[in-house]
T-cell receptor
Framework: DAKTTQPPSMDCAEGRAANLPCNHS???????VYWYRQIHSQGPQYIIHGLKNNETNEMASLIITEDRKSSTLILPHATLRDTAVYYCIVRAAYNTDKLIFGTGTRLQVFP | ETGVTQTPRHLVMGMTNKKSLKCEQHLGHNAMYWYKQSAKKPLELMFV???????ENNSVPSRFSPECPNSSHLFLHLHTLQPEDSALYLCASSQERASGHGYTFGSGTRLTVV
C-alpha cells in the first residue's frame, strides 16, 4: 500500500515554480522520500530522493519538513515538458523494499 | 535512452496467441521487475527478480509467465490473454542493497489484446 498522500492534480504557468506537496506522516526513520515522474505513455523517471536534509539536483529541489511528515518537490522554472504525473514514494534505500506507486499528482503546465 | 530497453514498443495479439515481451538492461543492476499499468490506474508490481531468482509474484494469473535467463535480460511470456490484460507493461531494474536512484524504467510495451 502507498504510504503517501498527494493532491490528484495541479496547474502551473510556464516559467513559474511548481510546488508539489506530499504527506507521509507514517514514515519510518530509515525510509527515504523518492520522487518519480511519468510523462504520458512512458516509463517513470527518477527525479530526486532525500532522507531528512533538503536536496537539489539539476531537475528539482526537495524540501523535507523537520518532522519528516511531509515534503515538497519544487520545479523552479516549469516548462511544458514538465507536464506529467508526479509520484512521491517512501521506501528504505538500503534494502529490498519494492517501489510501490500510488496515484500521484497530475501536473499540467500551461503556456 | 534510460539503459533499460523494452521490445516491442507496441503489440497487438489475439486471445489465442502466444507472444513474449523482452527487457534488456546494461546498467549492471542485479534486480529486475515487471509492472503493469492499466488505463487510469497506478502501476501494479507483477514480478520481482533478484539475482535471476524470482522473489515475488504478486498474485499474477498464470497466463503471464516471467523468465530471467541472466541478470541483463527479462522476459514476460504471454498466452491466452484476455482483453482486460491490455495495458502498458513496464520493465525496471535496480541495484539492490545500494542507495541511489532506485529503479530505472524502460519505455514500456503497449499491449492490446483483441
Amino acid at each position: 500500500d502507498a504510504k503517501t498522500t498527494q493532491p490528484p492534480s495541479m496547474d502551473c504557468a510556464e516559467g513559474r515554480a511548481a510546488n508539489l506537496p506530499c504527506n507521509h506522516s507514517t514514515i519510518s526513520g530509515n525510509e527515504y522520500v523518492y520522487w518519480y515522474r511519468q510523462i504520458h505513455s512512458q516509463g517513470p523517471q527518477y527525479i530526486i530522493h532525500g532522507l531528512k536534509n533538503n536536496e537539489t539536483n539539476e531537475m528539482a529541489s526537495l524540501i523535507i519538513t523537520e518532522d519528516r511528515k511531509s515534503s515538497t518537490l519544487i520545479l523552479p522554472h516549469a516548462t511544458l515538458r514538465d507536464t506529467a504525473v508526479y509520484y512521491c514514494i517512501v521506501r528504505a534505500a538500503y534494502n529490498t523494499d519494492k517501489l510501490i506507486f500510488g496515484t500521484g499528482t497530475r501536473l499540467q503546465v500551461f503556456p | 535512452e534510460t539503459g533499460v530497453t523494452q521490445t516491442p514498443r507496441h503489440l497487438v495479439m489475439g486471445m489465442t496467441n502466444k507472444k513474449s515481451l523482452k527487457c534488456e538492461q546494461h546498467l549492471g543492476h542485479n534486480a529486475m521487475y515487471w509492472y503493469k499499468q492499466s488505463a487510469k490506474k497506478p502501476l501494479e508490481l507483477m514480478f520481482v527478480y533478484s539475482l535471476e531468482e524470482r522473489v515475488e509474484n504478486n498474485s499474477v494469473p498464470s497466463r503471464f509467465s516471467p523468465e530471467c535467463p541472466n541478470s541483463s535480460h527479462l522476459f514476460l511470456h504471454l498466452h491466452t490473454l484476455q482483453p482486460e490484460d491490455s495495458a502498458l507493461y513496464l520493465c525496471a531494474s535496480s541495484q539492490e542493497r545500494a542507495s541511489g536512484h532506485g529503479y530505472t524504467f524502460g519505455s514500456g510495451t503497449r499491449l492490446t489484446v483483441v
